[in-house]
Each structure stands twice: as C-alpha cells, then as structure tokens.
C-alpha cells in the first residue's frame, strides 16, 4: 500500500530469507503455530491509518454512551448469560477490509467487531522476529498510541493481571492446547507468566473456583477469558455440563467478561453510522428487500468461526430463516487487490487491536493483526495451495 516499500520489500524477498523467519517463528513453542504465515507483512502510511483509526474512534463513541448496555439488552442469548458483568468490555478487536471505493480510492470498511481478546501476545513476538528477518523503516511500526514493546506489555499486564498475583490469574479455554490460536496462549503465559487452563481442570468450592498445580490447589481469582460460549455449546455432554459452573455465582473477576462477546459483536453493526462501516439491518427489521440481494451477505448473529454466511444471497435464503430477529444483512463491500506479490495481487483484511483499563473513559488503539488473501474470502480454506497469504501484520507509518 506504500508503493515504494512494497517494490522494496519485494526486490530483497528471499525464500532464505522467509525460511529463516518461519524457522524462528516456530523455533519459540515448536508445534505452536497451526496457521500459514504470510512472506509479507502490510504497509500502511499516515492517512490510511487516520481513516481506520477515524472509523474505530467513531464506533467507540458508540459503545461509551451511557445507554449502551440498554441498547444491547437483547444482545446476550438468555442461556449464555454470565453473571456479574462489568461495565465495560476490557478488549476490542476491529476488522477492516481494504476495500475500492466508488471513485477507486482505497479506504477501510468495518467487516466485524468484537469485545474479546485475539492475538494480543502473539503479535509482540511477531512484530520482534520480523524486524530481524525483514528489513522494517525505522519510522513505521506495529503499535498504534505511541505505544512500545514495553509499554504494550504493561497495559496488557495491568488489564489482565490486574493486582493480583500471577498464579491466581488463569488463561481459560476448552482444550487449550488443541486451539489453532494455542500459539498465543504460550506467549501470552512468556510475558505475563500467567498458567493456561482448560475449563474440565476447574475446582469448584462454595463460591471459589480452583486449579490443581504440583499437586496443591490454587484459587483463581481472576480469569482471563478465551472461551468462546458458542464453541463450548459445540462440546461433548459432559464439557458442557463442567461449563455450567461459569454461569453460576463465582467470587472471580473476569478479563473480558464473557457476556461482552455478544454486546459488541455482529449485533452492533446496525446501530453504526459511519462511511467506513457497510449498511447493516437486522433481518426483522427489513421491510422490503433490497432487489440487489447479491451485493449483501447474510450472517447469522450467533455462529462460531463463521459458519452459517452466506455470501451469495438469494431470496431462498431469506425465506428459510426461521428467526430472522438472530440474523443480519450487510452490504458487501469491494476487497481491493491491493498487496502486490510476485504471482497474483492479493486482498487483505486488518484487525486493530483496543484495550480498556478499569478507571479509563475509553479504551485506546494498541496494535494490530492481519490476514492476506487470494481467494474469494479471508480465510486458511480460501487459500489453498497458495503463496503469499496468510496471517501478517501492518507497520504503520509514524
């Protein structure tokens, strides 16, 4: 997207010089990594990196009004409601794709939003190997707010630490160790030095929950939450039935609370006005339908790793949702080809990063992820066979 950067970038391109990277990505936690690496990462310069930051203060606008728990009341489904919420969501994700506009100008276009954790610490060690195997200018980087490695790190640390010693924090997920994104979970125990849990290893005793650790108990009192409830609701009877103890009264703190997940999540989107996010309804409140229904997507508001889209909308579609008060219909948007490779260009999607410490008014922009695509979607199933694609990251310009 720097056009002299990119023809830089891939002037020195070496597969030595990507073997090397890839050889150190994996060397940290061997087996860590289940996703394809991109032989690239994204450059961004000032202005584009104003427009997304410009979309996402504008939701953020949204989400810190003070009616914004009441305008999200039916966000939650009634079984997966967690008690004790707090105020806030500790952690934003934002996914933009870099889309053509009418005029063919590049500019973001909000894809999804969520209150829930991503690769937070995975992203410090990728943004270290890569400046030693790729040759990065000086006045771009990864971290957005004026943030550095050591200052990310400590906000992270704050957040999900808290005041609390680092043996009672616990990274909660079902089967951890099986997850694709297992490679954060091990970075993040590297910097925070926090232990990773599964949920069939908790102890519940009264009100208290604990884990087993050379043999002796240890009480977690606060949990910094992976587990998705949609995937839980995917496991065996008896995962299910452990996962019950999450939704009953608990003196634990949560980092994020689980019920953010559905609060700033797909059921957002309707409610975002903004040139950077596509026009989204939901299903129910749609009088009459669009007579282009190809140029919309049609999602379902609760599914896991996005099953259920579906891309080429016809009226069929529209007919047989059974609760169209659980779906929404969003405009798609124009992918630009836009990462120059050596075959074909590919499209690219970027994901930026907000963290929310208790005390904060709002929460701020930290850093950020991104996925490189050839194929009709972002997605590792879309990108068989291919080079070049992947999960990357962008260097903004300072």
């Known amino acids: ?25 994996n060397a940290q936690h061997p087996g ?6 991109a032989e690239t990462p994204i450059f961004v310069d000032k202005n584009f990196k104003e427009k997304i930051l410009s979309a996402c203060e504008s939701i953020v606008d949204v989400i810190v009004q003070p009616d914004f728990k009441k305008l999200t009341a039916n966000a939650v489904p009634n079984d997966l409601k967690v008690p004790n919420e707090n105020e806030h969501s500790h952690f934003i994700a934002f996914d933009f794709g870099i889309c053509e506009n009418a005029n063919g100008e590049l500019e973001p276009q909000l894809i999804e939003m969520q209150g829930f954790p991503t690769l937070f610490a995975y992203q410090v060690f990728d943004d ?19 943030y550095t490695k050591d200052s990310y790190i400590q906000l992270l640390k704050e957040i999900i630490v808290a005041d609390h010693a680092p043996e009672n924090v616990i990274l909660l997920e079902v089967f951890p160790h099986q997850q694709k994104t297992k490679i954060d979970f091990y970075c993040t125990q590297d910097y925070l030095n926090i232990p990773i849990v599964c949920l069939t290893e908790l102890v519940k005793e009264d009100r208290k929950l604990f884990y087993v650790q050379d043999g002796k108990k240890v009480e977690v009192k606060r949990i910094y939450n992976r587990v998705i409830f949609d995937d839980l609701q995917q496991q065996s009877p008896e995962v299910q039935e452990k996962g019950k103890i999450l939704f009953e009264e608990l003196d634990v703190e949560w980092a994020p609370h689980p019920n953010w997940f559905y609060r700033i999540s797909k059921y957002t989107l309707p409610f975002i006005k903004h040139p950077y996010v596509p026009e989204t309804n939901f299903l129910s409140d749609i009088k009459t339908m669009p007579p282009d229904l190809e140029n919309y997507v049609l999602k379902p508001l609760f599914s896991f790793a996005g099953q259920g889209v579906v891309i080429d909308v016809t009226q069929k579609d529209i007919d047989d949702v059974k609760d169209p008060h659980n779906w929404i219909l969003q ?12 075959d074909e260009n590919a499209k690219a999607e970027i994901r930026i990063f907000y963290f929310w410490k208790d005390g904060e008014e709002r929460p701020v922009a930290t ?32």
Do not use: C
């Open 331 to 342: 405009r798609k948007v124009k992918y630009a080809d836009v990462i120059v490779t050596p």
């Open 128 to 146: 270290d190997v890569s400046r030693k195997h790729f040759e990065i200018p000086s006045n771009y980087s990864s971290y957005l707010g004026g």
């Open 367 to 398: 850093q950020n992820l991104a996925r490189i695509s050839k194929g009709k979607m972002i997605g590792v199933r879309y990108n068989k066979d291919r080079e070049w694609v992947g999960g990357s990251m962008v260097f903004f310009e300072k």
């Open 32 to 37: 860590g990594i289940e996703f394809r690496l």
């Open 1 to 25: 997207m720097v056009p002299a950067l990119r023809k830089k970038f891939n002037a020195e391109f070496t597969p030595e010089k990507y073997n090397a990277y890839l050889e150190e990505m």
